[in-house]
C-alpha cells in the first residue's frame, strides 16, 4: 500500500497531472461558487441542460471544421440567452423546458457525429471529459473565469442574495431581475462551457450541484454557504484527481464520486452526532 501510496505522489511530478489537478482544483472552486446560488434558486437542471445541450454546438462546429473549443462558449451564452427569453416569455415550467431543450440537443448533436463519422471514435471524450489533457491556456481561461466570478458575486453580493432568497422584494426595491438573471445565467454558461473539456457532457452538472447540496447541509448562513460550497468543490477535486492516480481510474468520474461520498457523509453527520450525544 505504501509503495502505490508513494507512486500516486510521483504520478505528479508530471506536468500533465499538475495541470489537471489545478485545472480541477479551478474548475472545483468556480463551480461550487455559483453552484451555492443555482441549488437554492432551483436551477440545477439549468446546467445540466446547458451540458447536453453544448453537446450541439461541439458536434455542428465537427461538421464545418472548426474547433470545439471555440464553438462551445458562444454557444454557451447564446443557450443562457435563449433560455433566459423563453422562461420569461412562455407558461412553461422550468424544468419541462430545459429537458425539451436538452433532449433535442442532445438528439440532434449524435445525428450529426454519426453523419460525420465521429460517433464512435470522440464521443466518449465529449461525455466523460479528458482532464489529463487540459493545456496551460485551458487553465488560463479558467483563471480568468473564477476571478470574473469572484468580482461578480463580490459586487453584487446582496442583490444575488435577495434574489436567490426573496425575488419579490428585490423587484419592490427596484433591482433589474432580468438583467441580473440573465448576466448570472451568461456566467454560469461560460463555466460550464469550459469545463466540458475537462469534466464532459454528462459529469460537469455534478460539479456545480453537488458541492453546493453538500454545503448546505453543513452550513448555519448564507455567506457560509457560498464560501464552503467553494471549498467543497475544490476538496473533492483535489481528492478524486488522488484518488484516480492512486487506483489507476477515470479522474472525471473519481472527482464526482468523491462529491457524492462527501455528500452522502454530510447527510450522516446530524444523525452520527445525535448517536454519539445519546452515548455519552
Known sequence: MLSDLTRAFELFQFPFMQRALIGGLLTGLTGGL???????RQLSFFSDALGHSTMLGISLGIAVGIS????????????????????????????????????SSLAISVIVLSLEGVYQGNLNNLLFGDILALQTSD????????????LFIGLTLRTQMLLTLHEPLAIARGVNVSAHRTAFMMLLSLVVATSIKAIGVLLVGAFVVIPACTARSLSRNFTGYVLL????????????????????????????VAQFVLFLGAIALPQIRQFTQRAT
Not at 487553465?139 to 469572484?150: D, K, R
Not at 468543490?233 to 487506483?247: H, K, R, T, Y
Open 34 to 40: 455559483l453552484g451555492s446560488f443555482t441549488v437554492v
Open 139 to 150: 487553465l488560463v481561461v479558467s483563471g480568468l473565469l473564477l476571478v470574473g466570478c469572484v
Open 68 to 103: 470545439p473549443s471555440i464553438v462551445v462558449i458562444p454557444f454557451a451564452l447564446l443557450f443562457a440567452v435563449g433560455v433566459t427569453y423563453l422562461l420569461e416569455k412562455t407558461d412553461l415550467w422550468t424544468d419541462a423546458l430545459l429537458n425539451l431543450i436538452y433532449s
Open 229 to 256: 460550497s467553494a471549498g467543497i468543490g475544490a476538496f473533492s477535486a483535489a481528492v478524486g484527481m488522488f484518488l484516480s492516480a492512486l487506483f489507476n481510474l477515470p479522474s472525471g468520474p473519481s472527482i464526482v
